[in-house]
């Protein structure tokens, strides 16, 4: 090892352990900060477990091209089903848990959430009116970081944290809105029979507002939630699968959507619990 060499792994190991030595101490400090707030004011872990049920709305935002169907269909994408923005209706239900501490300051919500879902895009085809349907079930598993503010009875809060959808069930449909004269029900049996749907697991980001009301062991919940979908494709490709046979062409649709809103309302029992 020549002269360079060494000062330059002198230099390396002085900057490594100076980076550790402020990581250490910074880490030092926070347990510290904590521990010091748990010893100053003993908290008190307070727990409830209910139900909840929500109603509201979905979106899906126009397609980023038509990716490699350009160049076998048609320019024009207001011809493909849920390419363009649409949305549709959402809600169901459950069961929740929250955990709180620190004085009910800080809490941890989970809970297992059936949700029924139904989008759809009204498109013409030969002077009919007609609406492509997705309807789907997803269970959901949030996971939230909440921080509350303490009223007398009432409890204000914010949570942030994901959300994990598992796909139950799908299916897709299509309906006559308008001209139903220039078409009989026997005509659209062949485009039902092209429609299909498919499942799909997501993760969403979670943000809510809550606000809980106490009357003696239960506790009324309302919350207003909105999630994102972080892994909703963009791509029309990767949205809806296309295939043609015999010149006929096939739809499968991807049973998701990539934003929601929902309102909550919920009754809970609360478990106090004091912690020494």
Not at 158 to 176: T, Y
Not at 210 to 225: C, K
Request: charged share 20%; proline share 4%.
């Amino acid at each position: 090892m020549n002269q360079l060499q060494k000062e330059t792994y002198l230099f390396n190991c002085r900057n490594n352990n100076g980076r550790a030595s402020i990581f250490s101490a910074g880490l030092f400090i926070c347990i510290s900060f904590f521990v010091t707030a748990a010893l100053a004011d003993t908290p008190k872990i307070i727990g409830s477990i209910g139900i909840k049920g929500a109603i509201g709305g979905n979106h899906i935002k126009e397609a980023d091209g038509l990716g490699p169907y350009a160049a076998d269909l048609s320019d024009d994408e207001n011809q493909y089903p849920f390419y363009a923005e649409t949305g549709g209706t959402g809600g169901g239900g459950g069961i929740f848990g929250e955990v709180r501490f620190f004085g009910q300051h800080f809490a941890i919500e989970t809970g297992l959430l059936f949700d029924a879902n139904k989008n759809w895009k009204s498109m013409t085809r030969g002077g009919v009116k007609v609406d492509y349907i997705l309807k789907y079930r997803v269970l959901k598993i949030p996971v939230l970081l909440k921080g509350n503010f303490i009223s007398d009875n009432t409890r204000f809060g914010v949570g942030f944290g994901p959300e994990f959808h598992i796909g139950v069930s799908s299916r897709a449909e299509l309906e006559v809105i308008e001209g139903e004269e220039n078409i009989p029900e026997e005509g659209l049996t062949p485009g039902k029979s092209q429609l299909f749907a498919e499942n799909r697991n997501d993760v969403a980001l979670v943000w809510d507002v809550a606000m809980a009301f106490s009357a003696g062991r239960f506790e009324v919940t309302l919350d207003l939630r909105l999630a994102y979908n972080l892994t909703w494709p963009d791509a029309y490709n990767e949205r809806v699968a296309i295939k043609e046979e015999n010149q006929d062409w096939f739809y499968t649709f991807e049973a998701g959507h990539l934003a929601e809103g929902r309102m909550l309302l919920g009754v809970a029992y609360v478990f106090p619990n004091p912690v020494p």
